[in-house]
Antibody, heavy 123, light 113 residues
Framework: QITFKESGPTLVRPTQTLTLTCTFS??????????VNWIRQPPGKALEWLAL???????RYRPSLKSRLSITRDTSKNQVVLTMTDMDPVDTATYYC???????????????WGQGSLVTVSS | DIVMTQSPDSLAVSLGERATIDCKSS????????????LAWYQQKPGQPPKLLIY???TRESGVPDRFSGSGSGTDFTLTISSLQAEDVAVYYC?????????FGQGTNLQIK
């Protein structure tokens, strides 16, 4: 069974850097095709994909946020870390980490998802 | 980026009736090499993370009731709930995993009429 737990601050001041940690179990991030994603959802709004890190440590980012995002992994701890710089109130959202399975058809859909971590950006 | 557009934004259907949600992608999400559509559907209830319903456009996830079905190919897809139950009230999202940046539709809010 795959599980995720997101951890990090619930309140961040504008211009600060957000660091979120996703601790997972039930799979290996070194298995071919597997990826871990970060997705966010502002209150009452739609899902917004932010970044992913692949089994081979390749990384992809949302182009509009690429300059502010960094995703890294620690395979020994089964953790993926997302950092987002220069936080703004519009970045207030629930941040989810989530798994993408690998298969003969490449990296697949996003499932399962963590419970999410609500981050509020306010002075 | 591949833009995903769902219709309608909101939908009210009577219990036991059929609900249909459409999703259109700005580019094809069909890989010709394996003939698979890189399209998934999710259900999200308040206060919960999204739950996977359908992947490869039409493959139902294990444990998902068979009243949920997905269809379509290329750029046009449909999620159908054959007989709406009260527990199906939720927001539904389509998602393309054909290429990064991954993208989602804007969501369809499904309510009981």
């Amino acid at each position: 069974q795959i599980t995720f737990k997101e951890s990090g601050p619930t309140l961040v001041r504008p211009t600060q850097t957000l660091t979120l940690t996703c601790t997972f179990s039930g799979f290996s991030l070194t298995t071919r095709g597997v990826a871990v994603n970060w997705i966010r959802q502002p209150p009452g709004k739609a899902l917004e994909w932010l970044a992913l890190i692949y089994w081979d440590d390749d990384k992809r980012y949302r182009p509009s946020l690429k300059s502010r995002l960094s995703i890294t992994r620690d395979t020994s701890k089964n953790q993926v870390v997302l950092t987002m710089t220069d936080m703004d109130p519009v970045d207030t959202a629930t941040y989810y980490c989530a798994h993408s399975p690998g298969s003969s058809s490449g990296t697949g859909w996003i499932d399962p998802w963590g419970q999410g971590s609500l981050v509020t950006v306010s002075s | 980026d591949i833009v995903m557009t769902q219709s309608p934004d909101s939908l009210a259907v009577s219990l036991g009736e059929r609900a249909t949600i459409d999703c259109k992608s700005s580019r094809s999400v069909l890989y010709s090499s394996n003939n698979k559509n890189y399209l998934a559907w999710y259900q999200q209830k308040p206060g919960q993370p999204p739950k996977l319903l359908i992947y490869w456009a039409s493959t139902r996830e294990s444990g998902v009731p068979d009243r949920f079905s997905g269809s379509g190919s290329g750029t046009d897809f449909t999620l159908t709930i054959s007989s709406l139950q009260a527990e199906d009230v939720a927001v539904y999202y389509c998602h393309q995993f054909y290429s990064t940046p991954y993208t989602f539709g804007q969501g369809t809010n499904l309510q009981i009429k």
